[in-house]
């Protein structure tokens, strides 16, 4: 995002994905200044995250979109930060129980949602980042707190302040510099249950056909031992691998895994 201060008008832009949607930005200078230069154009661009998107939801995700980019352009227009209003549309989507981030993300092996989430300042290349944050429920408010404490300089004792956090002390963190606790459980949501049973049965079921594949491939190789020893004081015309015919082939598709976001 671009363009702090001086916005003058907001254009949604055409896209034909549903996760996908983008704002631009124009942005009127002073007149001395237009009439060397002209007027300044930036954009706004927000997607859902990456990966498989139900076709039954692109209205939602369209929705969400367009709401994380007004949000943006609504602290733009009133002179906030390039990465306040990044915030403010980054929220928009942790809100939303169709994205893959903050409220409903998925659940990690356990049933817990854990979170990531991570912030730029392009000038001056400075970053606030969390990993594997629970309990709280906007995660990339945590990361623009580390980014904004971090550009404030040194701790006292000239301690370097932290940039990237994780898990309890990234939630620790977050709490003694007044961002408030919510409970884990109002997290997930129903559609991030189902997929979370979902998934686990797959996994389940890739464990299980794995599991059988090692032991079979166990009992082949102990075959072959077995019939390595026949090759000497064997009976005659004695078939070693007799038994070996028509065994079952195993296989198994690939299954998505659970994983963290």
């Not at 009127?28 to 154009?41: C, F, I, L, Y």
């Not at 927000?46 to 076709?55: P, R």
């Not at 993300?105 to 980042?129: R, V």
Request: aromatic share 4%; with cysteine; glycine share 8%.
């Amino acid at each position: 995002m671009i363009m702090e201060k001086g916005i003058s008008s907001v254009e949604v832009l055409p896209s034909k994905s549903s996760q996908v949607t983008a704002v631009k930005v124009v942005v009127k200078e002073p007149e001395a200044k237009q009439t060397q230069r002209g007027k300044r154009v930036g954009f706004v661009l927000v997607h859902a995250g990456a990966g498989y998107h139900s076709e039954s939801k692109a209205k939602e995700y369209k929705h969400v979109c367009k709401r994380a980019c007004q949000k943006a352009i609504e602290k733009l227009q009133a002179g906030a930060l390039a990465t306040d209003a990044v915030t403010a549309a980054l929220i928009e989507l942790e809100d939303s129980p169709f994205t893959n981030a903050g409220l409903g993300s998925n659940l990690n092996l356990l049933g817990e949602i854990e979170c990531d989430a991570s912030i730029m300042d392009g000038k001056s290349l400075n970053f606030g980042a969390v990993g594997a944050l629970s309990g709280i429920k906007n995660p990339v408010s945590v990361a623009n707190r580390l980014l904004c404490e971090g550009q404030k300089g040194k701790l006292s004792a000239g301690r370097i302040p932290p940039c990237f956090l994780v898990g309890e002390g990234a939630y620790r963190w977050a709490v003694d510099h007044g961002i408030p606790a919510c409970p884990p459980g109002i997290m997930a949501t129903r559609f991030s249950l189902a997929a979370f049973k979902r998934n686990k049965r797959k996994l389940e079921l890739a464990e299980k056909v794995e599991t059988d594949l090692i032991q079979l491939k166990k009992r082949r190789q102990s075959n072959e031992k077995v019939s390595s020893c026949f090759e000497f004081l064997c009976h005659p015309k004695l078939t070693a691998d007799s038994g070996m015919e028509n065994q079952p082939v195993l296989s198994v598709r690939n299954s998505r895994a659970i994983h963290r976001v």
